[in-house]
């Protein structure tokens, strides 16, 4: 089958092997801010409203953190690889099996989501307890969990139809299913939290049902988008005889993608656990930081997102110098906006925490501010590994994605926040945080910026 063949949907705009670079990315990334900012909004609204319950509840919702991302980095494993594989079987022209590789990688998101329940019903108090949650924590922490485990898979399969639609280089879609979501997230929030109009005081509970209210949302415009607007699933059947081939394809990416994304979550763990040594002050205080630059960094996220079809199609279609040039210019992008992020959480460091503290607590702001006056100084080279991984898995090779994540997360984070934590406390967890961003984030981008220049020649 020709490009010519191609859905229309996929022409013009579409086909990213053509037209400005800049442009491209532009448009494929501004959309995508909001998009991501709606996804991240999720826990930063759950963060905000909960902090006004007290520290302990706070405490307790920054302990399934890591969970939760490790479920959703297992997810995310299949979304990468459903943008990868759709956008290079769009470079090379072959539409029949973007349909069914589509309607199999939705199939495989819902089997996922079940699987993951599953797992998380039965191991939930184990895992929680070795993160150092005691037993006062634990009755909190499964008030949320129970509740978003449930509703697990319409968490999962809304982010992989999301993948598709990008992968045919439409970020704007996706982008406003996220944005009309995370905004009845905002508003469900309140009134299940703190039980208004009518409705019972829930807390956690509340939480929780909001963000699977809203996520079956996402889910229903997703596989409506795709089905009637994109005609991206397949209409004459299932094609089971062909799934084993479509979970080769997309498993070749998805399983090392999904098990490099669990390893910062798994990393963040391990972190949680050091500092429950020191309270839940200090608990709560990193749980407020970490979801306020994953909110800072939705830019970079978004940009990581919108510059994989193009990279995708483009390698796809072996134009190599069109996968360096969307390279340079995204991560100079990247550069100057984590230059800029730092900046801000530097100045503003005390006035950011206080906003999340009930009560103005001086420890809970001294650590938060302790760690962006450490950490944000390395965001930059920190920014690197993630940038370089995205790119990798959209190209086909994401052993390298792997590569990176196991060397700077495993290798590097976790020893060095162990002895930063034996010599040096809070201070020696965070700065080992900052030393594995700029040891790790430098040689890695040096190393990939040589093996991109030689990829065509």
């Known amino acids: 089958m020709t490009k010519s063949n191609i859905n229309p949907a996929h022409a013009n705009k579409g086909d990213l092997t053509k037209g400005a670079v800049a442009s491209h990315l532009v448009r494929l990334t501004v959309p995508m801010i909001w998009g991501i900012f709606a996804i991240i909004s999720f826990q930063l609204v759950d963060t905000f409203y909960i902090s006004m319950l007290g520290t302990e509840p706070l405490a307790a919702i920054t302990f399934t953190f890591p969970i939760t991302y490790v479920i959703f980095s297992m997810v995310m494993g299949l979304t990468i690889s459903m943008s990868s594989v759709v956008s290079r079987q769009i470079g090379e022209g072959n539409q029949d099996k973007v349909k069914r590789i589509t309607t199999h990688g939705l199939m495989l998101a819902f089997l996922t989501g079940i699987v993951l329940a599953v797992l998380g019903f039965i191991f939930m108090n184990p895992m929680f307890r070795a993160m150092g949650a005691d037993e006062a924590m634990i009755p909190m922490i499964r008030e949320y969990m129970v509740i978003w485990f449930l509703g697990s898979v319409f968490i999962t399969t809304p982010m992989v139809g999301n993948a598709a639609i990008r992968a045919g280089g439409d970020t704007l879609l996706p982008a406003l299913i996220m944005t009309v979501v995370a905004v009845v997230n905002v508003i469900l929030d309140p009134i299940l939290i703190f039980g208004m109009f009518g409705f019972p005081r829930m807390e956690l509970q509340g939480a929780a049902i909001a963000t699977v209210f809203a996520n079956i949302c996402a889910m229903l415009a997703g596989l409506y988008v795709l089905h009637f607007r994109k005609k991206m699933i397949c209409r004459d059947g299932l094609h089971l005889n062909l799934f084993g081939d479509s979970a080769k394809r997309l498993s070749y990416i998805a399983l090392p993608a999904?098990?490099?994304?669990?390893?910062?979550?798994?990393?963040?763990?391990?972190?949680?656990?050091?500092?429950?040594?020191?309270?839940?002050?200090?608990?709560?205080?990193?749980?407020?930081?970490?979801?306020?630059?994953?909110?800072?960094?939705?830019?970079?996220?978004?940009?990581?997102?919108?510059?994989?079809?193009?990279?995708?199609?483009?390698?796809?279609?072996?134009?190599?110098?069109?996968?360096?040039?969307?390279?340079?210019?995204?991560?100079?992008?990247?550069?100057?906006w984590s230059l800029f992020v730092a900046v801000i959480f530097i100045i503003f460091a005390e006035p950011l925490a206080a906003l999340f503290s009930k009560d103005n607590s001086p420890e809970f702001i001294h650590i938060a501010a302790l760690y962006f006056w450490i950490v944000a100084l390395t965001y930059i080279p920190g920014n690197l590994v993630a940038g370089w991984g995205s790119a990798f898995n959209a190209m086909g090779n994401p052993k390298r994605s792997v590569m990176m994540v196991v060397v700077k997360l495993l290798i590097m984070q976790i020893p060095l926040a162990l002895l930063g934590n034996h010599y040096f406390g809070v201070v020696g967890i965070f700065g080992s945080m900052a030393l594995t961003n700029a040891l790790a984030g430098t040689a890695f981008h040096i190393m990939n910026m040589r093996h991109c220049r030689r990829a065509g020649e």
């Open 258 to 336: 999904g098990l490099t994304g669990t390893i910062q979550p798994l990393t963040n763990a391990v972190i949680i656990a050091l500092l429950a040594g020191y309270g839940a002050e200090t608990i709560a205080a990193f749980g407020v930081v970490s979801r306020l630059e994953a909110f800072a960094f939705t830019i970079i996220m978004a940009l990581a997102t919108g510059m994989a079809p193009i990279i995708g199609q483009n390698w796809g279609a072996k134009k190599f110098d069109r996968v360096r040039e969307t390279l340079n210019k995204a991560f100079l992008f990247a550069a100057l």
